[in-house]
């Protein structure tokens, strides 16, 4: 079983919107953080935002007011809805389950999807 499906990348115009989802699994079902982090060609892995279980989230600098992170218990869904898109949003993006709370690095993540691609041009 996948742990972590991702969904919903696309090509988009430079101030468009996105939303990108990410579907559980019973495996990351107890996880105490459901997190994005997006990956560049030629750069590394950096975190996005998270959204915990207590329904608390947390966003880098560089996305905060346009990303938003949510999550939709019943559908064991986590969704970011991007906004303003810029051309240094593109990257691949990932979903990633963890079970340390407030966690901003790759390595605290236990699980993660195949990511899906999110190309803005401008």
């Known amino acids: 079983q996948v742990p972590l499906v991702e969904s919903g990348g696309g090509l988009v115009q430079a101030g468009g919107s996105l939303r990108l989802s990410c579907t559980g699994s019973?495996?990351?079902?107890?996880?105490?953080?459901l997190g994005w982090f997006r990956q560049a060609p030629s750069k590394e892995r950096e975190f996005v935002a998270y959204?915990?279980?207590?329904?608390?989230?947390a966003y880098a600098d560089s996305v905060k007011g346009r990303f938003t992170i949510s999550k939709d218990h019943a559908k064991n869904t986590m969704y970011l809805q991007m906004s303003s898109l810029r051309d240094e949003d593109t990257a691949l993006y990932y979903c990633?389950?963890?079970?340390?709370?407030?966690?901003?690095?790759?390595?605290?993540?236990?699980?993660w999807g195949q990511g899906t691609q999110v190309t803005v041009s401008s």
């Open positions: 990633a389950a963890s079970w340390t709370w407030d966690a901003r690095r790759s390595d605290l993540y236990t699980f």
């Open positions: 019973e495996r990351t079902s107890s996880s105490f953080v």
């Open positions: 959204i915990n279980k207590e329904g608390d989230t």
